[in-house]
């Protein structure tokens, strides 16, 4: 089975979970009294990033629907602002960077990861928010720094299990491809064997 193969269930997959959560960042705006403007529109815009980047085939497609997934995250963080969830969406970044892994590429998770790092260093600072529930910018950079030692550990060990499969099933494609040559090379032995005469003759 081809790299390619593997690859198109879990983007399509991916694109529908996009959506998803489009409605599920409005849903939550909606329930903590916010504007379902602001966040909303975060997410659809990552949507529509998403959709675009499969719907073209873009070179990056993988690592897009990466930082399209992580925009969900910021939106449903964002949604819920002053509402005392706001932290537990946190776990959702981390289950996100998990989730992305089936695609089996290192720059993707680099690409969330980047995003996220992003994310929750410059709005600790500029519009906390936006981002936990209570304290300023500034008490909340030692939080913003325990989520970024966990975060890159994750992604640390996510891509180095991405590499392992990457390798074990460039390796079982290369079985695969010398088992199918040796069959064929088998067959052509045993048609000589088997009629000597009608090989002969088309030599």
């Given at each position: 089975m081809r790299m390619e193969v593997v690859f198109k269930k879990p983007v399509h997959a991916l694109l529908c979970l996009?959506?998803?959560?489009?409605?599920?960042?409005?849903?939550?705006?909606?329930?903590?009294?916010?504007?379902?403007f602001v966040a909303p529109s975060i997410a659809?815009?990552?949507?529509?990033?998403?959709?675009?980047?499969?719907a073209r085939n873009h070179p990056q497609m993988k690592p897009v629907l990466g930082i399209a997934l992580?925009?969900?995250?910021?939106?449903?963080?964002?949604a819920l602002s002053n509402h005392?969830?706001?932290?537990?969406?946190?776990?959702?970044?981390?289950?996100?960077?998990?989730?992305?892994?089936?695609l089996r590429d290192g720059k993707t998770?680099?690409?969330?990861?980047?995003?996220?790092?992003?994310?929750?260093?410059s709005?600790?600072?500029?519009?906390?928010?936006?981002?936990?529930?209570?304290?300023?910018?500034?008490?909340?950079?030692?939080?913003?720094?325990?989520?970024?030692?966990?975060?890159?550990?994750?992604a640390g060990t996510l891509i180095y299990a991405i590499r392992r499969q990457n390798d074990l099933m460039h390796q079982q494609t290369a079985l695969a491809d010398a088992h199918a040559h040796y069959l064929r090379e088998a067959q052509k032995v045993s048609d000589q064997l088997q009629h000597p005469k009608d090989m002969e003759r088309h030599r």
């Open positions: 996009a959506a998803i959560c489009a409605t599920a960042v409005t849903t939550a705006a909606w329930a903590a009294g916010n504007s379902l659809l815009a990552f949507s529509a990033l998403a959709v675009i980047a499969v992580m925009g969900q995250c910021i939106a449903l963080t964002a005392m969830w706001q932290i537990d969406s946190h776990m959702v970044f981390f289950a996100a960077l998990a989730i992305l892994s089936v998770i680099i690409a969330a990861t980047a995003v996220v790092a992003l994310h929750h260093l709005l600790t600072i500029a519009m906390p928010a936006l981002v936990y529930p209570d304290g300023t910018g500034l008490s909340n950079l030692g939080r913003t720094g325990f989520h970024a030692v966990v975060v890159l550990l994750e």
